[in-house]
């Protein structure tokens, strides 16, 4: 069965940081683009970054790009995403999920519709 898991999310200040972790389970990672997602009350899931999981591509939207870092650990099958710099507008539900690698519009496409499996969440919540 496939799962994906985050954790890491909580109560920060602005500037401080956070790291999300999305656990995969029931498929390896070779094959699929491992995405970051993030949906504010009132607004649209929106799609932060992504990773190839077998050559290690990765794509930031200029929302994150320079504060946000995406990495992996095949062993682990995790996906991290180091959170740096935060903003009170950063605060939102964050979700991992996946697509095949070569299912998107493009190969580091980011749009929510195109990935297929989802976690659950987990809340991050920056103080001003």
């Known amino acids: 069965e496939v799962q994906l898991a985050e954790s890491g999310g909580g109560l920060v200040q602005a500037g401080g940081s956070l790291r999300l972790a999305c656990v995969a389970s029931?498929?390896?990672?070779?094959?699929?683009?491992i995405g970051w997602f993030r949906q504010a009350p009132g607004k649209e899931r929106e799609g932060l970054s992504c990773i190839i999981g077998d050559d290690g591509s990765t794509y930031y939207e200029d929302s994150v790009k320079g504060r946000f870092t995406i990495s992996k650990d095949n062993a682990k099958n995790t996906v991290y995403l180091q959170m740096n710099s935060l903003k009170p507008e950063d605060t939102a539900v964050y979700y991992c999920a996946r697509r095949p690698k070569y299912s998107g519009t493009y190969y580091l496409s980011v749009v929510p519709g195109e990935y297929e499996y989802w976690g659950q969440g987990t809340q991050v919540t920056v103080s001003s």
């Open positions: 029931g498929f390896s990672f070779a094959r699929y683009a």
